[in-house]
């Protein structure tokens, strides 16, 4: 069955980086892709980006494209995101979900369990 | 950016009620639309891709329809485990960032 484990919870202070990884089995990972959506608290689901595991080709929301890195290990089936420059409105969890991406979709069809990461000084 | 906008943002219902939820789309999306329920302390699952078709798995109950900007969710006959937030998506590879509406949380009358 298809599983994406994520890594535990983080707290940082403003400015500083945190890199949640995200490690999945039961599946070819190659063939689909990662996206990343976080939910701050009580509030809904934001769609942050999602990187290829074919060929690391990314997309990123504009909100978080000059401070986010997404990537991939193919050699342990695993991906990571990277957010910079931390700031107390990004508190939130943050989801990994496997995607399956065509030629005219990108789907998210399973998700991780979820990462909290508190921004606080 | 296209913005995808639900009603209503809570529903109140008992168990064994037909209810529907509505997700519109600020232009056309064609019917690159999924559903997605979500519960407390939960990640999202998904029920509906392509605006109709059922995830494997998913209670034949759960049913989605609509194409272009308009969509809807139905659950046929309200379990007491149906009882959650839900999200609609649009995943139009051409047309990112990939937005949620803002959830539709569906609550115990």
């Known amino acids: ?121 | 950016d296209i913005q995808m906008t639900q009603s209503p943002s809570t529903l109140s219902a008992s168990v064994g009620d037909r209810v529907t939820i509505t997700c519109r789309a600020s232009q056309s999306i064609s019917s690159w639309l999924a559903w997605y329920q979500q519960k407390p302390g939960k990640a999202p699952k998904l029920l509906i891709y392509k605006a109709s078709s059922l995830e494997s798995g998913v209670p034949s109950r759960f049913s989605g329809s609509g194409s272009g900007t308009e969509f809807t969710l139905t659950i046929s006959s309200l379990q007491p485990d149906d009882f959650a937030t839900y999200y609609c998506q649009q995943y139009h590879t051409f047309s990112p960032p990939y937005t949620f509406g803002q959830g539709t949380k569906l609550e115990i009358k």
């Open chain 1, 1 to 121: 069955q298809v599983q994406l484990v994520q890594s535990g919870a983080e707290v940082k202070k403003p400015g500083a980086s945190v890199k949640v990884s995200c490690k999945a089995s039961g599946y070819t990972f190659h063939i689909y892709g990662i996206s990343w959506v976080r939910q701050a608290p009580g509030q809904g689901l934001e769609w942050m980006g999602w990187i290829s595991a074919y060929n690391g080709k990314t997309n990123y929301a504009q909100k978080v494209h000059d401070r986010v890195s997404m990537t991939t290990d193919t050699s342990t089936s695993t991906a990571y995101m990277e957010l910079r420059s931390l700031r107390s409105d990004d508190t939130a969890v943050y989801y990994c979900a496997r995607t399956d991406a065509g030629g005219d979709y990108v789907l998210i069809d399973y998700w991780g369990q979820g990462t909290l990461v508190t921004v606080s000084s």
